[in-house]
Structure formats: C-alpha cells, structure tokens
C-alpha cells in the first residue's frame, strides 16, 4: 500500500483547536481507526500539539503570574 504525500501540518490557531485535534488523535489511535503506518506520524502530530499546548498554558500562568504581583503587561502569544 502506498503512503499519501506527507505535508507539514500547520501550527493551530488556537489552544482550543489544538485540543480538540489533540483529542481527536487520541481517540482514532485508541480506537485502532487509524492504520499502522499512519500511528507514527500521529504520534508525532500528538507530540507537536501538546508542546503548543504547554507553551500556550505557560504563557496565561505567566501573564496571571505578573496580574498577582501587581504589574500588568502585555501578553504575547508564543
């Protein structure tokens, strides 16, 4: 069987929209829907949204990090 094409998956627009892929992944690998060729590749795909997940919680627990201590600065997205 050949493999489709690999294309570099974008980054998600929104913590919202990387969870909700993220749960989406887990519950095609869980559920055996996805072959075993393409497991590898949604792991990775996995890997990379829990990292943007990560880096976009750390950034709100900075940002309410400084709000707690009094200092209000502009938040940035990661």
Not at 21 to 30: F, G, I, N, T, Y
Not at 31 to 46: A, E, H, S, T
């Amino acid at each position: 069987m050949a493999r489709s094409p690999v294309t570099t998956p974008k980054e998600p627009a929104s913590y919202e929209q990387a969870l909700s892929e993220l749960d989406r992944l887990v519950q095609q690998m869980e559920g055996g829907q996805l072959p075993l060729d393409q497991l590898l590749d949604g792991y990775k795909r996995g890997a990379e949204l829990l990292s943007f997940c990560r880096a976009r919680l750390q950034a709100v627990e900075d940002q309410v990090r400084l709000l707690d201590e009094g200092t209000l600065k502009p938040w940035t997205a990661a």
